[in-house]
């Protein structure tokens, strides 16, 4: 997979099809490959991009400072991403979470020709849930065994075997300003329950002042539940929506079971005719 420099940092990416662009995005601190089955069929009509976001399991670069969320860090990544690949304006797809391209759409809509989103998480479950995973470990580890520790956890473990250099600029961290940091962006989250999707700033107005063309399809469990996709629906204006295309039985009885990088397959697939019928519907 080529790499980008921006923002004097190594964002890692895959580009896949040719035609009108779209650029995906996951959530979690999942790497872009979790991705690969929606991105594969889009790529069939579509230039798709898929992308490592700094901080996750995929290969781009570390970044630990800043005054913002991280949401929005990761938003201004992919605007330099964008800008790089010169795919302005772009289709941008996210799922899950869904606190990255809205920040896009709001700070940069010139970038953006249509906006995808789906299983988006909101309420009081995923702002005390999520920063369970996507901050307390790294905490902890930093705390108890410094920066070394941090290395050692299975999420930047992965990342360093995807990039090597990753374990160097982990280790020349200050394991204080990293714990610093990290609880920081954490505020983001568990603050966040009364706004429309959790760990992302944006307010009621703002998802309003949104006008690019949008659909989002809701979700079916306690962290993307389906009232969530309901809500942004109502905000932006003229907005598609999408009854989930995975239902709350299949979730008690598969997602559950199988680790997600294996089950966003199953996601991907659903949502790639969605989403491909909305570019075509679009893209006047």
Known sequence: MPDVLINGVSIRYEERGRGVPVVLTPGGRWGGYVMNRVATELAKEFRV???DRPNTDGGSGI??????SEADIWSDFLAGLIRKLD?????????AGCRTTPLLCLKYPELVKGLMLAWPSGGEVPAERLPKN???????????????GVCETPMYATAIRANPSIRDQLLSLDPVQFVRQLGYWEAFFTTS???PTAGCRAGDEQWA??????????GADPIHPTITAQRIHKLIPGCHYHDPVVSLEEWDKLFNVIPYPKVSDLQGERIAPVWL???KETNT
């Open 134 to 148: 996507m901050y307390r470990p790294y905490m902890r580890a930093a705390l108890r065994e410094g920066m070394a």
């Open 49 to 51: 991009i898929t992308w």
């Open 277 to 279: 019928n909305f570019i």
């Open 63 to 68: 970044v630990t400072d800043g005054e913002v």
């Open 209 to 218: 002042s949104i006008r690019h063309p949008a659909i989002v399809t809701g």
């Open 193 to 195: 329950a009364d706004l």
């Open 87 to 95: 795919l302005a304006p772009c289709y941008v797809g996210e799922y």
